[in-house]
């Protein structure tokens, strides 16, 4: 069956530094693929998403590409801020029309001042 | 923001009693979801809806009903309550056109005594 790998955390990084959170996926065809942020005590929001090969999705500097070819779908951020610890997930909606996604466990960020 | 609404947003009861929780949508989405959310497993899929009256399992269903009379309600039954049911519930949602991404609720934080 489909599966989405997250790197563990938490994650700590200083205020500006640069963050990769590392996601791979397994799932048959072109899956979409998604990055959700959980604040505290909050639902989960969509950060952004890509549909196909090579497509890059971005939102609030945050951006992730589409790698068919080593199945990942990484999020990067150049700049971090205090207000960017949350817990990151990587998610997958399988290609042919299911509606039941797959999540990674998720990742902790901690940014410090 | 998607209009979904869960309640109630706290509850705290003992075992072997019945619970409910409640999920409304504004937004005519035809996909209704239920997860919980615990330390160490992320989010799992309870139970999911793709229609009014239209219900099926998610990967740790035992001890949980759902209903979906009406295309913006889907409530979540506890029948007898247990401490291992204690955790975070969230709603989803999702449509059927686009990328399939959902929609998250605020969850609801439930406590067994």
């Known amino acids: 069956g489909d599966s989405v790998t997250q790197m563990e955390g938490p994650v700590t990084l200083s205020e500006e530094a640069f963050l990769t959170i590392n996601c791979t996926y397994t799932a048959t065809g072109y899956p979409s693929l998604f990055w959700y942020v959980q604040y505290p005590g909050e639902g989960l929001q969509l950060l952004l998403k890509?549909?196909?090969?090579?497509d890059k999705g971005s939102n609030k500097g945050f951006e992730a590409t589409y790698r068919k070819e080593t199945t990942s779908f990484h999020l990067e951020k150049g700049s971090v801020q205090v207000s960017d610890s949350a817990v990151y997930f990587c998610?997958?909606?399988?290609?042919?029309?299911?509606?039941?996604?797959?999540f990674g466990r998720g990742t902790s960020l901690i940014v410090h001042p | 923001d998607a209009g979904i609404t869960q309640s109630p947003r706290h509850k705290v009861t003992e075992t072997g009693t019945p619970v409910t929780l409640r999920c409304h949508q504004t937004?005519?989405?035809?996909?209704m979801y239920w997860y919980r959310q615990d330390p160490g497993h992320g989010l799992r899929l309870i139970h999911y809806?793709?229609?009014?009256?239209?219900?099926d399992k998610g990967e740790v269903s035992d001890g949980y009903s759902v209903s979906r009379s009406k295309t913006e309600d889907f409530l979540l039954t506890l029948e007898s309550a247990t401490s291992s049911q204690t955790s975070v519930y969230f709603c989803a949602i999702s449509d059927t056109q686009g990328s399939y991404e959902q929609y998250f609720g605020p969850g609801t934080r439930l406590t067994v005594t």
């Open positions: 890509a549909t196909k090969a090579d």
């Open positions: 809806s793709y229609g009014v009256k239209d219900t």
């Open positions: 937004e005519n989405h035809r996909y």
């Open positions: 998610a997958l909606s399988p290609a042919g029309g299911s509606y039941i996604p797959t």
